[in-house]
DNA sequence: GTCAAACTACGAGGGTTCTCGTACAATGGG
DNA sequence: CCCATTGTACGAGAACCCTCGTAGTTTGAC
């Protein structure tokens, strides 16, 4: 039983913790990186299921747990669901454009691939 | 026996068959982070044992076979020894500024880590 | 209380990665 | 030709990662 001010606790990595490694090997997948372009594009805490992912739930699980634990993502529980949300001011105060500048390369390079099918 | 013109041949991603998510898993590993940020700062083409890494070199060839097939970097014999060069110009035509953001944030890191010993 | 919805935990399989040691090839100098 | 220099190839071990299925937990609605 936990404390009725956090029900379920999250472990997230403090903003002085996160590494650019660990940040460059989340966003290298490419679940990872299509999760992290559709909250960016949304720019609106996002629930788990609200992304229609080619693989199963556990699965998903894992992914968002990466994303988190590297520092990319906050994630906290509403009931039943669990919002999900970009650190972008803890990034960009760590690595200022960064994220803006990948999300760009995605965009750029989704443009490409779609363009030439 | 190879042909006169290219002695050693070795194989390089076209331009636009580099893949993001390829470069961003490059540059996940502090070895090969380390290196991309030493060949920026010098500029120029370095050897493979211009780098002082803390690995062996059959572990060394290994993070720059990573980098090349990536599309990160460029290599070229010379005698004995093999040149490596950043393919700065076509990563900046697939995806503008990453690289120097990357660099960036490593050096920021860097600085904060460093400030902290 | 019962039930569905949303997500997690655990374990496992299969693949990839990082690392190394040893043995080998290619080049250039004496 | 002999040899030092530079880097490669191959294999192997340990670790990690992505994926899944199954079973379980937490919450909110009825």
Sequence with gaps: M???TSPR???HPPR???RLEA???ALSDPVRLRIVRDMAREGTELSCSYFDLPVTKSTTTHHFRVL???????Q???GTAKLNALRGE???ALFPGLLDTVLAAADAQAARTEGAA
Tied chains: 1, 2.
């Design 23 to 25: 940040v460059l090997h």
């Design 68 to 74: 988190r634990e590297s520092g990319v993502i906050q």
């Design 76 to 78: 906290m529980y509403r």
């Design 16 to 18: 002085d913790r996160i």
């Design 2 to 4: 936990t404390t009725a």
């Design 90 to 92: 803890d990034l960009d």
């Design 9 to 11: 606790a999250l472990e």
